[in-house]
Every structure is written in structure tokens, then in C-alpha cells.
């Protein structure tokens, strides 16, 4: 690979300069793959695609650093040369996925409430803010306490507060093996089992119910696996990889239905809510997927009773995403976009209006 | 902003507050003089005790409405200097919030109060087969506020992550007295994630008055087993054998000789006392998974040249060996009048080089160092030996200090891993970030206390106070105007 060629860092510090002088907002856009997710925005592209390439990786370090456009498939593949994982599992959703676009979309895959989230796996990262000053955050050692933490800030913050050029993350040893069972459960029985479960000091790693039946993956060393089987029972599912890779990259046969498809994160073992359509459970029941013709309102007012709050995942009103803030919250959080983001030309509106 | 009007301030906040409530003299204000890092010290101007949430949010509109600074304390266990109070400020103590809230045993969440101690919360869920992780060594007396506010680590949280890991939702009060909720119930909240920026914020950018931590089932199974090296390099590269094997110890801690015989001597943990560098290697989880690791463990240790390896013999054996561990710093302490504890944290492969420029710097200082670390997640704690009463020791103290800081920065690490900048290190924050970065944290702040009055000269230091500082760095030393951290 030649390096120099995959180092733009140099013309996206002068294009994002250039839009902050002339007040021009930008559209940063990664491989594509999570374009759907967020509010709609108007702006000059900046593709930070070209900018990639691995930085730096020692696996006993249990670090890896990468230029933001280097493609998720890449660092995988390289990670399980060496017998590690990126274990916020970070849903794809194309073939183009990057390593910023996962971090800046702030999602994570089936292992979360287990492994953790994709912020809790940022170590440090590089950004450019919206004067077009490349700036670092954080490191690539595990524990830094110099400095706001403003490189998990950027989890999430869909690219509204800095335009991600690198990222260092934890990296974490695959399981010696993995195992999927597989229990005929309804929604409230499911979600009232993984709830017993999770309390008690079990290898668990995933969690999904659908239509009637609950799998749940189980990791870590053979005898370690022997051992929970035999207190849980359950079916063993052939192929539970294939499973838990659909159920996160939205591949699964509950994801084809070309409808709006809302997302619902509450307390894991809230009782199933009350809304009427197609469901499926994953995260334990802490992360909701639903089709329904219910109005919005009705799912924001469901998700927030149970403790939560929902999001309009695909297709729908693109104006009105997620869930609406308090006010004194969003006016907070509008004064820290404008101290990263001054002309407000990064990723305008995508997360919320003025955001 | 306008100057500080105290005497109304005073008037005000004593009507705010119950009888009790507001600390005035001087006698009652000594015991807030300094927190963990005692060679730094100062009088508050004064120190409000509030009960409530409402007394909080008046306290701060008060002290903001008439430009007082406001200096957040919990336990006072810090050891930067975070909690040190400002001759002109307000202390606020959090000391009587310690209420636990809630406890939610099937979403695994404990809702506390900020003054309420870290080892309190797994206590109290106990009796739920669930506990708190974060540990660290103070966790008997250092509150969960305070843990927040420095993102505090402990022996364990190469497996289950820093306090930001272990936290779902805070409530804080603004500067303008506003109470707003981050984070939540659910495993992610909307928005920008504030809960996160919060985590090691240093009380700079608001009081926090409730935190919602997670919870884990408390493992069936843990084991520890100690192996002795001669060198250690050695014990480095062993401990990152051990991870680079695929195992994710629960805590890999090393100690060097002098600390392993500090310890030894302090609590008669069974360590080998000849061992030039001693790692702790704890394993946790279902029994069956714990026994199939300990055998991969015990070769990997053997491999890289352990002379002694060896499992705890029973769970008492095996809490024996922590105590040592645990108690490491005050049995340190024994050795010399006072010591200084260093937080910096480096990409682990350095750290023979990193041990072995300690160790000659050692010398030329004329200074002992012990060393105690979190060796998984490379984050040394060198104590520097020292007697304040020597003239001129603890300025070449804090010299090697900073020096042992600027290394860590030049090995691509950080000035500090758990323990914070406060006013300890604000000077080799000058050395880890740029002017760049500097100033986007001033930005940051502004965007939550545009008046600069929360814990103001703490953490990150002022573009002036760099140039100083890189004026006077070169002989290292102290500063000739210490009153340049209120700028
Ligand atoms: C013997 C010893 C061992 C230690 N071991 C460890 C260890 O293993 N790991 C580790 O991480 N630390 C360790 N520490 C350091 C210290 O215990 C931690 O930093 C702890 O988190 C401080 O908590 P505290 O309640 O004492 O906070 P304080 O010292 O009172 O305050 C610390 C900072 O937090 C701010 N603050 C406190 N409460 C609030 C609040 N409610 N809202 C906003 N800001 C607030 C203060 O302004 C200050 O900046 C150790 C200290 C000692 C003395």
C-alpha cells in the first residue's frame, strides 16, 4: 500500500477551512453505508473515504489506530489474523462501511450490553473541528484522564462536531468458541428470562426474540460454554455467526419489509410495550426494532414511559428522527456544537435542528 | 465578569442554606484545606454543606450571581489536587448526599447519591448476586461523585472498563442552577453523549447531584495466581504474552522489589521477596472457564521466564495476595516521611525502557522510587520517596515528577490514567496537548460556565500559563507565581 496516497488529511484540513471562511456547509460522508441514518443535509460533499489506512496495531497492546476512511471489512479481517475483534460488533450495513462512519453513527451490534458500546471502545481520535483545525483527543493507551474526554463525545455525534480523520480503539480477543441456543419463548417470557440470566454470572454475549422464539449466544472457553449449556438447556443453533451477522447488518428476514422501521431503546427488561406491529428484540430487550402504522407521538410516548426513547431508523418523516430533547438540554448541547463547530457547517441538522 | 462580591455572597448564602449548612470559621473550614495531594493546601473562603437538590441549584445560582467561584468535593481522597479549595471561592461538599436512590436488580442499575461511597454501592446489591466493578484502592472512603468527576479506574477495569464504562445517567446542575439529565435507563440516550463528557470533567463543568451506575453479577469463581520474575522486562513482556494469548485477565498488576517488599513486610501477603518484579494475574468467571484459562496463564507466565509461579491456595490465600496489592501505597509510605504517587500511562511495550530511565533518574535525584502498577493497561504509579521537612526535596520531587509525566507523553502515553490533572499536573498539560487543543477545551467549558467559575485554574491550563511554564521547564522546578492558576 502507499501510504502517502491514502494521507489526505492535508486537502480535507484545507476544504473544511475553506467552508469555514466562506460560511458553506458540509455533508462529510464516509463508504455511504449509513447515509439512511439521521436528518437530512445540505451541503457540499466532503468524502473522508480516500483518507484511510491502518496506523498502528500490536496486538498485546489490545489497541488498534486507523484512519477514519479505512474500510470496517479491513480492520476486521486484520483483527482476526491476530485473534481479536472490534467487540461493539459495529453493524455494517454495506459493503462501503468505515471505521469513522461507525464511530461518528454511534451504533453498535448484538454483544453491546455485554461487551459494551461503541464509545466504550474509543480511545482517542483525531479530528478536524469545523475551523478546520486537525486536532487529537485522547490516545492509544486504555486509560486517559488528560483533557476533556471529547473523543467519546464524538460517538455518535454523526459527524456534527468534528469531522473524524483517525480513531484509535480497543481491541479485544475473540472467544476461544461460541455457541447459540435457541428457546420457545413469547416477548414477556423472553424478556423476563434474559433479565434472570444477565443478573446471574453467565457467559452471555447476545440476546434477540423473534417471532416466538429467543436465541441467545453464549462465549468463552469450551469448558466454560459445557458448563452454561447445561444449566440453560435450549436447542443449539447451527450457524449462529450467519444469525447474529443478519440480525446486525439488518440481513435478517424481519428487516425486508420496505417499511419505516422505527428503533426503541428502553431498560432492558421492560415488559413488551404497548404498540401494535411487527417486533424484534435484541440487546435482551433493551434495543426494540418495530414496524408499525402507530403515529409517532404514540411510539415516542411509549419508549419514553418505559425510560427510553425511540428513533425513526429508516424511511418515515426524515425531519423528525429522534427523540426531542428537553429544552435547557438541547440549548447545552447547541452551545457545545458551537464551540467545536463555530459557523455550524459540519453535518448541519443531521442529528437535530441547530445541532 | 464583575468582581466577586463576597459579603453579599455570604448574606445570601446563609439565608439558602439550613443552620449548619454554611462553614465560616476558620476551624471548621481546616479540614477542607486540602484533598489526597496534602502538599498543596488552602483555606476555603467558605464551605456549604446543602441536603437537597434545590439547595444545590440555589447555592450555584448565588455564587454565579455574584461571580464566586465554586469548588465541588466529595470524599477528598483525590490526588491531584482537584478538590483543593480557592481563598476567594465557595466549597461545596456533597458529603451529606449519601442516599442510595434505587436499586433495579433486573436492568442491573443502582441509582445513588454522589456523596455516596464506591464500596457502599456493592454492598448494597449484594444481597442481589450484583456489584459495582470500578475499584479503586480508596473505594472504602472515596465517593462515586468524585469517581465520576476524575473517571476514576481500579485493579479491574482492564476487563470491566473505567468508571465512564460503568455509568448510565447523571443528573447535573448547571452553573445557571439548572438540573438536566444525561445519559439514562436504557443502554444509550439521544443527543450528544454528555454522560461521557462528563466522566473525568474535574467538577469544571457542573455539580453533579445523582449518578445511576451499572451493575455486574458478582462472578461465581476467582483466582489469583502471583509468578516472580528477575527482571523486569521480563515481567512486561510476560504480561503482554498473556494478553496477546487471548486472555482478558479480571486485573494484571506488577509491583517491583522495593514495593513487593514494602508490602510484604506490611501485610505478610506471601510474597516472594527477592523477586525483581512480581505479577498478579486474576482470573474471573464460571469455574470452568476460570480453570481452563489459569492452565494457559501458568505457561505463558512459565514460558517468559517466571521463576515462581503460583495459584492462591484457598480464597483466603487469595484475598492475602490482593491485601498486598491493595495496600501497597500506605505500606510505601512507611518507608519514607511522605511519597508521591505519579499516574502516567504508557503503551505497555515501553515499559522496560520507561522502568529503566526511572530507575537511573532515581538515582540522580537522589530519590527512591516504588513501583506499583496497573501493568494491563499500562498505567504506572511511581511513588517517589521524599521528606518534605528536607529543604528543597519536594521541589526536586515534583521535578522528577514532571519529568517521569514527560516521558510518558514522548512514549505516545498520557500524563495521567486515572487519577486526574487537577492542579497537580497542569503544567505537563502543556506538554500533552497543543495550543489547538487547548483552546478547544476552553470552548468546551464556556459551552457550560461561560463565567469560568466552576473549580477555575484546574485541569487545563491557560495558553499564558504554557508559555510560562515552557520558559521555565527547561530547569523544571516550581513555579515562581502559583496565583497564575486563577487565571
Ligand atoms: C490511597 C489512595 C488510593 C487511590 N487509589 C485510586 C485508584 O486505584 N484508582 C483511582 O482512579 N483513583 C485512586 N485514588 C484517587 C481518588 O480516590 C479518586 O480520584 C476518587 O475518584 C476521588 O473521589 P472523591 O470522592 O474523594 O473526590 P474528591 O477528591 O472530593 O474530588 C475529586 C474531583 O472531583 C470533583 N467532584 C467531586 N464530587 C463532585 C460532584 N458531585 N460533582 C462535580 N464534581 C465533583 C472535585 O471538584 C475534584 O475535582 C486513590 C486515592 C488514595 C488516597
Redesign the pocket.
Given at each position: 500500500m502507499n501510504e502517502a496516497a491514502h494521507d489526505k488529511l492535508d486537502s480535507l484540513r484545507d476544504q473544511v477551512a475553506q467552508a469555514f471562511e466562506a460560511r458553506r456547509p458540509l455533508a462529510v460522508t464516509g463508504g455511504g453505508s449509513k447515509a439512511f441514518y439521521g436528518r437530512p443535509v445540505e451541503g457540499e460533499p466532503l468524502a473522508v473515504t480516500g483518507h484511510r489506512g491502518i496506523l498502528d496495531y500490536e496486538p498485546s497492546e489490545l489497541v488498534l489506530s486507523a484512519r477514519a476512511g479505512t474500510p470496517l471489512a479491513d480492520i476486521e479481517a486484520l483483527l482476526a489474523g491476530h485473534g481479536q475483534m472490534l467487540a461493539f460488533e459495529p453493524p455494517h450495513f454495506g459493503p462501503g462501511a468505515t471505521l469513522g462512519g461507525a464511530v461518528a453513527c454511534g451504533l453498535s451490534g448484538p454483544r453491546r450490553p455485554w461487551a459494551g458500546a461503541v464509545r466504550d471502545f474509543v480511545l482517542g481520535v483525531s479530528i478536524l473541528n469545523g475551523r478546520g483545525e486537525p486536532l487529537s483527543f485522547g490516545g492509544r493507551v486504555m486509560k486517559n484522564v488528560a483533557g476533556y474526554d471529547l473523543s467519546r463525545l464524538m460517538a455518535g455525534a454523526l459527524g456534527t462536531l468534528g469531522v473524524l480523520t483517525a480513531v484509535s480503539v480497543k481491541v479485544l480477543p475473540r472467544p476461544e468458541t461460541e455457541a447459540t441456543l435457541v428457546f420457545e419463548r413469547d416477548a414477556a417470557a423472553a424478556i423476563e428470562a434474559c433479565a434472570r440470566w444477565s443478573a446471574r454470572p453467565l457467559p452471555l454475549s447476545a440476546a434477540c426474540h423473534h417471532a416466538g422464539r429467543l436465541y441467545l449466544r453464549l462465549s468463552g472457553s469450551e469448558r466454560g460454554i459445557r458448563g452454561a449449556r447445561e444449566q440453560l438447556g435450549g436447542e443449539a443453533l447451527n450457524d449462529g455467526d450467519a444469525f447474529w451477522t443478519s440480525l446486525r447488518d439488518h440481513r435478517h428476514p424481519f428487516f425486508d419489509a420496505g417499511r419505516p422501521l422505527w428503533r426503541l431503546s428502553v431498560p432492558p427488561a421492560s415488559p413488551p410495550l404497548a404498540l401494535a406491529g411487527d417486533g424484534l428484540l435484541d440487546w435482551g430487550g433493551g434495543q426494540r426494532w418495530l414496524y408499525t402504522d402507530a403515529p409517532a407521538e404514540q411510539v415516542r410516548e411509549a419508549a419514553r414511559a418505559a425510560g427510553g426513547h425511540a428513533t425513526r431508523f429508516r424511511g418515515g418523516d426524515r425531519g423528525d428522527v429522534f427523540q426531542p430533547l428537553p429544552a435547557p438540554l438541547l440549548a447545552l448541547q447547541r452551545r457545545l456544537k458551537q464551540a467545536l463547530d463555530p459557523a455550524g457547517i459540519l453535518n448541519p441538522g443531521r442529528l437535530y435542528e441547530g445541532l | 465578569m464583575p468582581a466577586a462580591d463576597l459579603r453579599a455572597c455570604d448574606a445570601a448564602l446563609r439565608r439558602l442554606l439550613p443552620a449548619g449548612g454554611l462553614l465560616r470559621e476558620e476551624a471548621e473550614l481546616r479540614p477542607y484545606e486540602c484533598?489526597?495531594l496534602s502538599a498543596y493546601r488552602r483555606l476555603p473562603w467558605r464551605v456549604a454543606l446543602p441536603e437537597t437538590v434545590e439547595q444545590v441549584q440555589a447555592v450555584v445560582r448565588c455564587c454565579r450571581d455574584h461571580g464566586v467561584p465554586v469548588?465541588?468535593?466529595?470524599?477528598?481522597?483525590?490526588?491531584s489536587g482537584?478538590?483543593l479549595p480557592l481563598e476567594d471561592g465557595l466549597l461545596l461538599s456533597?458529603a451529606k448526599f449519601n442516599r442510595i436512590l434505587a436499586i433495579d436488580p433486573d436492568n442491573r442499575l443502582a441509582t445513588v447519591e454522589?456523596g455516596v461511597r464506591n464500596l457502599a454501592v456493592s454492598e448494597a446489591v449484594a444481597g442481589h448476586g450484583l456489584y459495582y466493578a470500578p475499584d479503586?484502592?480508596?473505594q472504602i472512603?472515596?465517593?462515586i461523585?468524585?469517581?465520576v468527576?476524575?473517571n476514576?479506574?481500579?485493579v479491574h477495569c482492564l476487563k470491566y472498563g473505567l468508571t465512564v464504562n460503568n455509568v448510565a445517567a447523571l443528573k447535573l446542575v448547571t452553573l445557571d442552577g439548572e438540573l438536566l439529565t444525561l445519559g439514562g435507563r436504557a443502554l444509550d440516550a439521544p443527543g450528544y453523549d454528555l454522560a461521557a463528557l462528563l466522566n473525568g470533567s474535574?467538577?469544571l463543568l457542573?455539580?453533579?447531584?445523582e449518578v445511576t451506575v451499572r451493575l455486574l453479577p458478582v462472578p461465581d469463581y476467582a483466582q489469583v495466581v502471583i509468578a516472580a520474575f528477575d527482571d523486569v522486562q521480563q515481567a512486561g513482556d510476560a504480561v503482554a504474552a498473556v494478553l496477546a494469548a487471548g486472555i482478558l485477565p479480571a486485573g494484571l498488576e506488577m509491583m517491583d522489589t522495593l514495593a513487593t517488599r514494602a508490602a510484604e513486610d506490611f501485610v505478610h501477603a506471601g510474597y516472594p521477596a527477592d523477586a525483581a518484579a512480581l505479577v498478579l494475574c486474576e482470573l474471573d468467571g464460571s469455574r470452568a472457564e476460570v480453570e481452563a484459562q489459569l492452565e494457559r496463564v501458568e505457561a505463558v507466565l512459565r514460558e517468559r521466564g517466571a521463576t515462581t509461579v503460583r495459584r492462591a491456595r484457598d480464597e483466603a490465600d487469595r484475598l492475602r495476595l490482593w491485601a498486598g496489592r491493595k495496600a501497597a501505597?500506605?505500606a510505601v509510605g512507611r518507608l519514607a516521611p511522605d511519597y508521591y504517587c505519579m499516574d502516567g500511562t504508557i503503551p505497555r511495550h515501553h515499559l522496560g525502557r520507561v522502568l529503566a530511565t526511572i530507575a537511573r533518574w532515581s538515582e540522580e535525584y537522589g530519590l527512591p522510587v516504588a513501583n506499583v502498577f496497573h501493568a494491563g493497561d499500562g498505567n504506572l504509579h511511581p511513588l517517589i520517596l521524599y521528606d518534605a521537612n528536607q529543604p528543597g526535596e519536594l521541589e526536586r520531587t515534583e521535578a522528577f515528577g514532571a519529568r517521569i509525566l514527560e516521558l510518558c507523553v514522548a512514549c505516545g502515553g498520557t500524563i495521567t490514567g486515572?487519577?486526574?490533572v487537577?492542579v497537580e499536573k497542569i503544567d505537563q498539560m502543556c506538554a500533552q496537548f497543543g495550543a489547538a487543543e487547548l483552546e478547544q477545551f476552553h470552548a468546551v467549558k464556556r459551552a457550560f460556565d461561560p463565567q469560568g467559575l466552576l473549580?477555575p485554574g484546574?485541569a487545563v491550563p491557560t495558553l499564558a500559563r504554557c508559555a510560562e511554564y515552557g520558559r521555565l521547564h527547561v530547569h523544571g522546578g516550581r513555579l515562581p507565581h502559583p496565583e497564575l492558576e486563577r487565571f
Open positions: - | 484533598d489526597g469548588v465541588a468535593r466529595g470524599a477528598g481522597t483525590g490526588l482537584g478538590a456533597l454522589p479503586p484502592s480508596s472512603a472515596c465517593s461523585g468524585g469517581n468527576a476524575e476514576a479506574g481500579g474535574e467538577g457542573g455539580i453533579l447531584v501505597f500506605p486515572e487519577h486526574g487537577g473549580n484546574k
